[in-house]
T-cell receptor, first 114, second 118 residues
Framework: AQSVTQLDSHVSVSEGTPVLLRCNYS??????LFWYVQHPNKGLQLLLK??????LVKGINGFEAEFKKSETSFHLTKPSAHMSDAAEYFC????????????FGTGTRLTVIP | DGGITQSPKYLFRKEGQNVTLSCEQN?????MYWYRQDPGQGLRLIYY???????QKGDIAEGYSVSREKKESFPLTVTSAQKNPTAFYLC?????????????????FGPGTRLTVL
């Protein structure tokens, strides 16, 4: 069975400092992994995805994530936080059972302090 | 502009009433999905459809119904049988290249409808 654990429900960083949002996954086979961002009362936007190619994945807005199979992790990072990065971030694993069913983590709310 | 639209943005319903949430996409995507989001939680799958006139139950389908009469439309009805309908509802669509769905595909999300039952 597939599942995702986001280790922090809330992360606060100062503007200009690095961002680290942690995600661990469980999957019975080689997974596809995604990070989505959600701004208040809005839909979700894809930041990046891992689909068994390069383990270091670069996404939009300067975000990147590294797939580490030995640690079953897919942490999201950014070198320097911007005020516009404040949002909810979801780590997602795909369950391929004949349809592309997504399993979502509970989310990490990122606050950026000026 | 291509995209997914959901209407209305905010919806209020009296207890015991059915209500239908609209989801339309002009991306020519084959697959469409409905998710429910509750505060402090991730999204949970209600129903999905991979092709016109066919749909499947997700993890929390009880109290909901859908139809897929057209490729671009996937309306969700929240019935009076749904015990806790107040939530944020998100619709998504997915391109299925060459008719082959895949876990590699990205899902595109609409802006959501916030349903409140009074």
């Amino acid at each position: 069975a597939q599942s995702v654990t986001q280790l922090d429900s809330h992360v606060s960083v100062s503007e200009g400092t690095p961002v680290l949002l942690r995600c661990n996954y469980s999957s019975s086979y080689s997974p596809s992994l995604f990070w989505y961002v959600q701004h208040p009362n809005k839909g979700l936007q894809l930041l990046l995805k891992y689909t068994s190619a390069a383990t270091l994945v670069k996404g939009i807005n300067g975000f990147e994530a590294e797939f580490k199979k030995s640690e079953t992790s897919f942490h999201l990072t950014k070198p320097s936080a911007h005020m516009s990065d404040a949002a909810e971030y979801f780590c997602v694993v795909s369950d391929w059972t004949g349809a592309n069913n997504l399993f979502f983590g509970t989310g990490t709310r990122l606050t950026v302090i000026p | 502009d291509g995209g997914i639209t959901q209407s209305p943005k905010y919806l209020f319903r009296k207890e015991g009433q059915n209500v239908t949430l609209s989801c339309e996409q002009n991306l020519n995507h084959d697959a469409m999905y409905w998710y429910r989001q509750d505060p402090g939680q991730g999204l949970r799958l209600i129903y999905y459809s991979q092709i016109v006139n066919d749909f499947q139950k997700g993890d929390i389908a009880e109290g909901y119904s859908v139809s897929r009469e057209k490729k671009e439309s996937f309306p969700l009805t929240v019935t009076s049988a749904q015990k806790n309908p107040t939530a944020f509802y998100l619709c998504a669509s997915e391109r299925v290249p060459s008719g082959r769905a895949s876990s590699y595909n990205e899902q595109f999300f609409g802006p959501g409808t916030r349903l409140t039952v009074l």
